[in-house]
Nanobody, 118 residues
Framework: QVQLVESGGGLVQPGGSLRLSCAAS????????MGWYRQAPGKQRELVAT???????NHADSVKGRFTISRENAKNTVYLQMNSLKPEDTAVYYC????????????WGQGTQVTVSS
């Protein structure tokens, strides 16, 4: 029904930058809140950042000042700009979206690996 396709993950050195993208497609009427979560090996999934349809954002304390979430509603796409990356940022990053179509549901992307290492 709805698919979230992520891109931009990979290997980067400490202090480097990456930009993650996530585009939603399928049976979509409207997309409301969107967000990014991450899960490191042996850890629980944690919230990274969220953004409302109107552009209001919240960022986890661990990434505030380094990561920035944004969106382009016309493209059904959410971004995560990651700067000053640290080894502890290494995780699988998941895109999330609240979608109204046939029904109101919360969808997840497949996850993209981000590895910060020298």
């Amino acid at each position: 029904q709805v698919q979230l396709v992520e891109s931009g993950g990979g290997l980067v050195q400490p202090g480097g930058s990456l930009r993650l993208s996530c585009a939603a497609s399928g049976s979509i009427f409207s997309i409301y809140d969107m967000g990014w979560y991450r899960q490191a090996p042996g850890k629980q999934r944690e919230l990274v950042a969220t953004i409302t349809r109107g552009g209001s954002t919240n960022h986890a304390d661990s990434v505030k000042g380094r990561f920035t979430i944004s969106r382009e509603n016309a493209k059904n796409t959410v971004y995560l700009q990651m700067n000053s990356l640290k080894p502890e940022d290494t995780a699988v990053y998941y895109c999330n979206a609240q979608v109204t179509g046939l029904s109101l549901r919360r969808y997840w992307g497949q996850g993209t690996q981000v590895t910060v290492s020298s």
